[in-house]
């Protein structure tokens, strides 16, 4: 274990799922070294929505008369003989990355970074910055190491021990590739491929999931997949749009926006695009209803229904979209349908505001509906009121998705939770719905292949 090292620098990667407690067993650490008067200067890097969580968390489960400096804002120290006498410097990556030359003169104890996931992409400046700092145990807390492609993996694990993988070059050699090529043959050859990999880091790593480690404790999780045929009208909508953009040439990305925009609602996309569009008339009529813009989208009709069903059950919602479009007409629906004003958590609202939202939602009695953007409530927010998740568009990431749904599936939950992808399709082609899910399971087939719990390796 990591407190029994001796001065021989050691690193490793906790990527427990989330809310198995990655950060109380970071304090414990932290507390069993005080204890032992074994703890030097340590520096807990974190994003800066979860400090309030950490500070919080230390203090309900540390016992230990820590010195703990927060070093950020504007007042943080400038000079690093200020910091040496701390037990516990708290400080963000974007913090780390301005002082990286003041913080690498500190000889830090611990180094560790919540949400490591920060450093998937080794090129950044928070990457450069948290491998130049001088720690003697580094540590990567995230659940999810491997969200896009395995050089995140490989970037995390140089942070934690240097080397251990060989060079970027060396490890796609040794496995990216190969785990590529067995995953495209489809006959199971990756799975020794990815053990090969597991058993490199074992023992410079911990997994535990909720299914291992929660099994009595949670309810069940249930993912719907629905596929929901595109009305004619956005059929319409969907191919002038993309032709509007090939008569732009504005490149792929806002075009495939803009068409993940159309397959949740054909009002969705921007005001610029759809003034320009020859279903101009037709737009201005459906805005001018409400029955008609529920009826425009039959992602938005089938929305409705389920919705019912949940109302029936006096049960709770949570819609997911990162389009503030599509949130804005989410709430719309909701209020036009069910008499209920639906909260919005996005970027727009403070972290003290999101829990007091969440908070009410949570103890309101009776049927009710939640608005959240994946990003603002990715972290540091329980919606445990609600049992069932609508992911009404997707994000690029499963992880970010999984992380979005765990908002409900986590511990305090005492319901069954229904998950719901619903996927926009049409005859005769394929749609960039239809793409994107095809894509993100493709991803999370790669991150399930390699981020196994570190209990099948016998790892003591």
Known sequence: SLHDTSAERIGGLLADDMGLGKTVQVIALLSHMHEEQRLGPSLLVVPKTVIPNWQNEIEKFCSANL????????????????????????????????????????????????????????TTKRASAARAMNARIKLALTATPVENNLDELWSIMDFAQPGLL????????????????AAAKGDGSEDAVARSLLMRVEEHYLRRTKAGVLSD???????????????????????????????????????????LDVCAHPLATSEKVLS???????????????????????????????????????????????????????????????????????????????????????????????ILS??????????????????????????????????????????DVHVYLPVTVYDGFETIDVRLHRLLESKQRLATNVIRPSKDLQVD
């Open 217 to 259: 404790e949670l309810p069940s999780k249930y993912i719907h997949i629905e596929e929901v045929r595109m009305t004619d009208f956005q059929r319409r909508m969907y191919d002038s749009v993309r032709k509007h953009y090939i008569r732009r040439g504005s490149g792929a990305l806002p075009a495939i926006r803009a068409m």
């Open 276 to 370: 320009a569009l020859d279903e101009v008339n037709d737009l201005r009529e459906i805005c001018a209803n409400d029955a008609l813009l529920v009826d425009a989208s039959n992602k938005f009709t089938w929305l409705t229904e389920k919705l019912e069903e949940v109302k029936a059950r006096n049960e709770k919602a949570i819609l997911f979209s990162s389009f503030r479009r599509v949130q804005a007409m989410l709430k719309a629906l909701v209020r036009s349908n069910f008499g209920v004003s639906p909260a919005i958590i996005n970027g727009d609202v403070s972290a003290g505001r999101r829990q007091e939202i969440v908070s009410r939602f949570n103890t309101r009695a009776g049927f009710d509906v939640i």
């Open 166 to 181: 060989g060079t970027l070059t060396d490890f796609r050699d040794d496995f990216a590739v190969p785990l590529e090529i």
């Open 67 to 122: 010195f703990i400096v927060e070093h950020l804002g504007s007042g943080r120290a400038r000079d690093y003989r200020a910091l040496q006498r701390a037990d516990i410097i708290l400080t963000t990556y974007d913090t780390m990355v301005r002082d990286q030359l003041m913080l690498g003169k500190l000889e830090l104890h611990i180094l560790a970074l919540d949400e490591a996931q920060y450093i998937k992409n080794y």
């Open 374 to 415: 994946a990003q603002a409530a990715g972290v540091g927010i329980n919606v445990t009121g609600a049992n069932h998740v609508f992911h009404m568009t997707r994000e690029w990431n499963p992880a970010k998705e999984n992380q979005a749904t765990d908002r409900a599936y986590r511990i305090g939950q005492k319901r």
